[in-house]
C-alpha cells in the first residue's frame, strides 16, 4: 500500500505531523502497510521551540492505535480500521492547534502553509468518514494529497520544520 500521508499523517496529531517528516504530510503514516512513526532528531536553530517539542512528542504517538490501525487494514477490516482513525484523527485535533499556534512567530509563507495544512485535516476527516472501502480511502487520501497548494505548503513547513528543529528521519 503506498504512502498515505496527509490523511495518517494527521491521523496521529494534524499540523506537528506535516511538521514532522520531510517530503510528507506527517511522521505517521502508512507504507507497505505499515503504520510508523519518524523521530525529530536534534541540531535545528531552536531545537527546544514549542514547534519541536510538540513534533517530538507527536512523533513518540500512541503505537498501540497505530498497530490496531495497521492490524485493521491489514486485515481488510475497513469499518474497524476506520473508526480507529476517526478517533485518531479527533484525538489530534488539540495537538494540531497547538502546532498551528506555534508558528505565530514565523514568516508569512510558513503561516500561510500552516493554513493549508490545517485546512486539509477537515477534508482528511471527511475522506475517511465517506470511504466504504480501504481502497477507496486510499485512492481519495493519496488524491488529497497530490493537490498543488498542499505539496507546496508541506515543502515550506518541511523546510521551516528541519530549519528550527534538525532533520527528521523517516522510519522504513
Same mark, same amino acid.
Given at each position: 500500500m503506498k504512502h498515505i500521508a496527509t490523511g495518517l499523517g494527521l491521523l496521529a496529531a494534524g499540523l506537528a505531523l506535516?511538521?514532522?517528516t520531510p517530503g510528507t504530510a506527517g511522521a505517521a503514516g502508512i507504507t507497505g502497510g505499515s503504520v510508523e512513526a519518524s523521530p525529530v532528531a536534534a541540531g535545528g536553530s531552536h531545537p527546544n521551540s514549542q514547534l519541536?517539542?510538540?513534533s517530538r512528542k507527536e512523533a513518540?504517538?500512541?503505537t498501540k492505535q497505530e498497530?490496531?490501525?495497521e492490524k485493521d487494514i491489514e486485515a481488510n477490516h475497513w469499518t474497524a480500521a476506520q473508526r480507529l482513525l476517526i478517533d485518531e484523527l479527533n484525538s489530534g485535533a488539540k495537538l494540531?492547534?497547538? +502546532?498551528?499556534a506555534s508558528l505565530s512567530s514565523a514568516p508569512g509563507p510558513v503561516k500561510a502553509a500552516g493554513a493549508v495544512a490545517l485546512k486539509t485535516f477537515g477534508g482528511e476527516k471527511g475522506v475517511i468518514q465517506r470511504s466504504t472501502s480501504i481502497n477507496q480511502f486510499e485512492t481519495s487520501i493519496n488524491t488529497l494529497d497530490a493537490e498543488p497548494k498542499?505539496?507546496?505548503a508541506e515543502k515550506v513547513l518541511d523546510a521551516y520544520?528541519?530549519?528550527q528543529c534538525?532533520? +527528521?528521519?523517516a522510519a522504513d
Open positions: 506535516t511538521l514532522s519541536c517539542v510538540l513518540a504517538g500512541d498497530a490496531a490501525i494540531e492547534k497547538e +502546532a498551528v498542499l505539496v507546496a520544520q528541519t530549519a534538525g532533520s +527528521a528521519t
